[in-house]
């Protein structure tokens, strides 16, 4: 072992940090990592990654990481072995299936897991336990993208691959800064724009790096998106600029979407959103002129209380311009974990099965129940937002979650913090101790993505393969491995070896991966779903139809519906995202020296004209308030922000000044997703600098 220890070995991976889906060798001397390298076989980024994707991996030797199972012993956690946890959790869950019955337990999956360790957690919860209460983390951001697509064109995933935004004629990004969000896609954009002349429209509240570089930044007033992108797509229609034969051929309810767009005139538009006319005029010229159109979206689109709506909007947009279907044009949702893609397709959801099959359609329950041996119900489960609202009315009484830190990441977290105290039994599965797992009763060691073999699905619905890097330390392990032994103790013996039988389970029983193998997989291949069974793959989707019987999209109907309401004492607006050196809330990327040196803590982005009035300068301390709660942070004053709006990124160093203690309670209307981006908050200065 000790020669062993001295080689250098390089493996194959899938960056962990963002949807784009990187993948790069590895170079470790046991287990110390000399080097990220990507090459050119890498199907996404050849040999570009981010900084993250390159320096963000010291989390994995990090003294902070949970070694050894731990079970609470009043205030504390004591050290068990993985028997006397299992045998534990299988007391009390089996206890609480008993007596109140399976609907008593609440299951949440991470997007940074496997595609293979997101199946076995709704097989955990569906077949074990019997309940459809079984959720991701997806429900904090992507679900209203989601949503959008599947009742327009059928499919929730991005309609076709990095390439075809690429050679688009047009980018459009709303409410998404993939600069840092998504470094390797956004150099891809910037790349054409220098070379082909791609055009690019940015709308976001904030003035991002990307935004500088755009010919048209449009700026509307928070939570008013889909009034512009509706008006748009009337005024494209009204100037005989839509796509009347795509229209025709491939859409079934034109008629009906006419009337709802008539209130949606240009002058209504410039009053709800504040934009000038002559930009929105600009926008339907530049889609009409363009040689194919990408709308790219992010959290500033789907954590609004009606970002499901603003979804549908804008996929509606893309079919008046008959923007699906063709190269270089289509739907991109940016999806913000790794694997947020792969967690839903495998049913992580409380009203799909893995494959994306509704829990309804009786033929596919019927092909899991002779699968699992038992009977499945039609009806949906808790999503996570329910679990927390069944908690408190005592209907859920013992929750299980993997990989998910929702103490940090939902909204309203001090309410957060108090529901999971009311839990009858907790169990948590992660790499470290998070906020989260302070609340456990049991706490279970989780390995990361270098140390296990597996599968992810980026935001292209592409899928790839990771290798195990490294053993994994300690006695932790890969998350498959100890969800398997939780059915083992529960009387379920899945006996998987390895992943790759994981996967064959679900080619079997999901047609859309029917032709998904590890074989076909192998080192730098890939498949981008819905595959067939003899292998072949779909990168652009909708080509001759779309995703529903009749093959055709339809428009959807929505209406507008205005952002959350705040009393005026809370005069700001607040909007948080991401930054490019750290992942999501931090709890890997922290542990990370070089990162955290750039950029060791957490700020709020103040406009010259706001920090002037209330006598704020860059450096001084001041607290946010906002109705839930309150937060200290200093100033950094820049012109990235207008007016009375402020930007707060999403990762801490601390939980006290995380953002998530101001958002508030309310939800998308369709998903339950929070409207983190429409929280108000008041600012009080502390201290001058
Ligand atoms: Fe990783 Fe995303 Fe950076 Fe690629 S762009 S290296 S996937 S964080």
Not at 302 to 324: M, P, Y
Not at 497 to 522: N, Q, W
Not at 583 to 605: A, R
Request: overall charge neutral; proline content about 4%.
């Amino acid at each position: 072992a000790a020669a062993r220890d001295k080689r250098t070995k390089k493996t194959k991976t899938v960056c962990t940090f963002c949807g784009v889906g990187c993948s790069f060798e590895v170079w470790t001397k046991g287990r110390k990592i000399l080097k990220v390298e990507p090459t050119e076989n890498s199907p996404v980024n050849s040999v570009s990654t981010c900084v993250k994707g390159k320096f963000g991996w010291d989390f994995i030797n990090s003294e902070q990481r949970l070694t050894t199972p731990l079970i609470r012993k009043g205030e504390a956690f004591v050290p068990a072995t993985w028997d006397e946890a299992f045998t534990l959790i299988s007391e009390k869950m089996g206890s609480i299936k008993e007596t109140y019955g399976g609907d008593a337990l609440g299951f949440v999956s991470s997007s940074k897991t496997t595609n293979e360790e997101a199946y076995l957690m709704q097989k955990l919860a569906r077949q074990v336990f019997g309940t459809n209460n079984v959720d991701n983390c997806s429900r904090y951001c992507q679900s209203p993208a989601s949503d959008g697509l599947l009742v327009t064109v059928g499919y929730g995933g991005d309609s076709g691959t990095i390439r075809d935004i690429e050679n688009a004629g047009l980018v459009i990004t709303v409410g998404a800064n993939p600069t840092e969000g998504h470094p390797v896609l956004a150099t891809r954009v910037k790349r054409a724009k220098k070379l082909r002349g791609q055009k690019l429209i940015v709308s976001d509240l904030r003035k991002h790096e990307l935004a500088e570089r755009s010919d048209l930044f449009l700026h509307p007033k928070q939570g008013t998106d889909f009034v512009w992108i509706t008006a748009v797509a009337k005024y494209m229609i009204d100037q005989g600029w839509h796509n009347e034969d795509f229209i025709k051929a491939r859409v079934s309810n034109f008629k009906e979407y006419m009337s709802v767009l008539k209130k949606y005139t240009l002058d209504y538009a410039v009053e709800v959103t504040g934009l000038p006319k002559e930009q929105l005029i600009k926008t339907a010229q530049m889609i009409h002129e363009a040689d194919g159109t990408c709308i790219l979206w992010g959290m500033g689109v789907t954590q609004n209380i009606a970002g499901s709506h603003t979804s549908g909007a804008i996929a509606n947009l893309l079919l008046v311009s008959g923007n699906f279907g063709r190269n270089g044009a289509g739907a991109f949702p940016l999806r913000g974990h790794n694997n947020v893609q792969g967690s839903c397709d495998m049913g992580t959801l409380p009203q799909w099965l893995a494959g994306n099959q509704r829990l309804t359609d009786d033929t596919a329950r019927a092909n899991f129940e002779k699968a699992y041996g038992v009977k499945i119900s039609e009806k949906p489960g808790f999503t996570n937002i329910d679990m927390l609202e069944a908690v408190e009315e005592g209907k859920l009484k013992a929750m299980y979650l993997m990989g998910e830190d929702m103490a940090w990441v939902d909204s309203n977290a001090n309410h957060v913090h108090e529901t999971l105290s009311k839990l009858e039994f907790f169990v948590v599965q992660d790499v470290f101790l998070t906020k989260t797992a302070q609340f456990a009763d049991v706490v279970l060691p989780a390995a990361p993505s270098l140390e296990k073999d597996g599968t992810f699905t980026n935001t292209e619905r592409r899928i790839q393969r990771l290798y195990q890097v490294l053993d994994p330390l300690g006695e932790s392990k890969p998350d498959w491995w100890i969800i398997g032994q939780i059915a083992k103790y529960m009387g379920y013996d899945w006996n998987y070896k390895h992943p790759s039988e994981i996967m064959d389970e679900i080619a079997d029983l999901c047609p859309t991966f029917a032709g998904v193998s590890y074989e076909r997989l192998e080192g730098w291949n890939s498949l981008i779903w819905p595959v067939q069974k003899d292998g072949t793959d779909e990168p652009l989707l909708y080509t001759e139809r779309f995703n529903f019987p009749d093959g055709k999209a339809r428009f959807s109907l929505t209406e507008y519906v205005p952002p959350v309401e705040f009393t005026q004492d809370f005069d700001l607006t607040l909007n948080n995202g991401r930054l490019l050196e750290q992942f999501h809330v931090g709890n890997m990327t922290n542990k990370s020296q070089g990162l955290q040196y750039k950029l060791p803590e957490v700020f709020v982005e103040v406009s010259p004209e706001l920090a002037l009035e209330r006598k704020v300068e860059d450096g001084s301390l001041v607290r946010l308030v906002s109705p839930y709660g309150a937060i200290k942070l200093r100033a950094v004053v820049t012109d990235r922000v207008q007016g009375k709006e402020l930007y707060v990124p999403m990762h801490s160093v601390s939980h006290e000044n995380a953002v998530n203690l101001l958002t508030g309670s309310v939800g998308d209307v369709r998903t339950q997703t929070p409207a983190y981006k429409e929280t108000k908050v008041k600012m009080e200065l502390i201290q001058a600098k």
